[in-house]
């Protein structure tokens, strides 16, 4: 590079041709990572929660979640016993609802809380007290049916049917 320079530089130029490439490769190689980053982060809320529904089936809470796109599987869940409530998290989803809060008023369920963070969505439900729960994915839709006899909760479909798992391992 140094005898580039100097050859360079004794014919007048004011930046050798060698500096001013390495520069312009500097440059470019640059702006296409500054556009894999744009394109990644943009990327990132692929899906969105269009709307969360609820209805009573006996004793249970039946909660319809229904996204722009289909789910792969159900998110991550957990439970905690007081305050009682049931957490789920969507990764890549954005709160699409337009609210924040929705009231249910059903059996046990009071109401859902929709917290949207960079990368995730997450809906909380506010229950009366501890219950047990069981989630179904049928397409945009999960299903999260919420057991009010405290029994163990059984996953049901949108008919309302006992949902049956599809078992890709015959």
Same mark, same amino acid.
Request: hydrophobic letters at 40%; aromatic letters at 6%; one cysteine or more.
């Given at each position: 590079?140094?005898?580039?320079?100097?050859?360079?530089?004794?014919?007048?130029?004011?930046?050798? $041709?060698?500096? $001013?490439?390495? *520069?312009?490769?500097? *440059?470019?190689?640059?702006?296409?990572?500054?556009?894999?980053?744009?394109?990644?982060?943009?990327?990132?809320?692929?899906?969105?929660?269009?709307?969360?529904?609820?209805?009573?089936?006996?004793?249970?809470?039946?909660?319809?979640?229904?996204?722009?796109?289909?789910?792969?599987?159900?998110?991550?869940?957990? +439970?905690?016993?007081?305050?009682?409530?049931? +957490? @789920?998290?969507?990764?890549?989803? +954005?709160?699409?609802?337009?609210?924040? *809060?929705?009231?249910?008023?059903?059996?046990?369920?009071? =109401? *859902?809380? @929709?917290?949207?963070?960079?990368? $995730?969505? $997450?809906?909380?439900?506010?229950?009366?007290?501890?219950?047990?729960?069981?989630?179904?994915?049928?397409?945009?839709?999960?299903?999260?049916?919420?057991?009010? =006899?405290?029994?163990?909760?059984? =996953?049901?479909? =949108?008919?309302?049917?006992?949902?049956?798992?599809?078992?890709?391992?015959?």
């Amino acid at each position: 590079f140094d005898q580039l320079w100097k050859e360079y530089g004794e014919r007048g130029e004011a930046r050798p $041709r060698a500096a $001013r490439t390495l *520069v312009l490769f500097a *440059v470019t190689i640059c702006c296409v990572g500054l556009l894999f980053l744009c394109q990644s982060v943009f990327a990132q809320t692929e899906n969105a929660i269009d709307s969360v529904t609820a209805n009573q089936q006996g004793a249970n809470v039946i909660v319809k979640i229904t996204l722009k796109n289909n789910l792969e599987k159900a998110p991550i869940s957990f +439970s905690i016993a007081s305050p009682a409530r049931i +957490s @789920l998290d969507f990764p890549n989803t +954005s709160n699409a609802t337009g609210k924040n *809060v929705i009231d249910v008023g059903l059996g046990e369920v009071r =109401s *859902v809380n @929709l917290i949207e963070v960079p990368g $995730r969505s $997450r809906l909380v439900f506010n229950l009366n007290r501890a219950l047990k729960y069981a989630t179904f994915v049928e397409g945009n839709t999960l299903i999260v049916t919420i057991d009010g =006899s405290g029994g163990l909760a059984t =996953s049901v479909n =949108s008919l309302g049917l006992p949902a049956v798992e599809k078992n890709d391992k015959t």
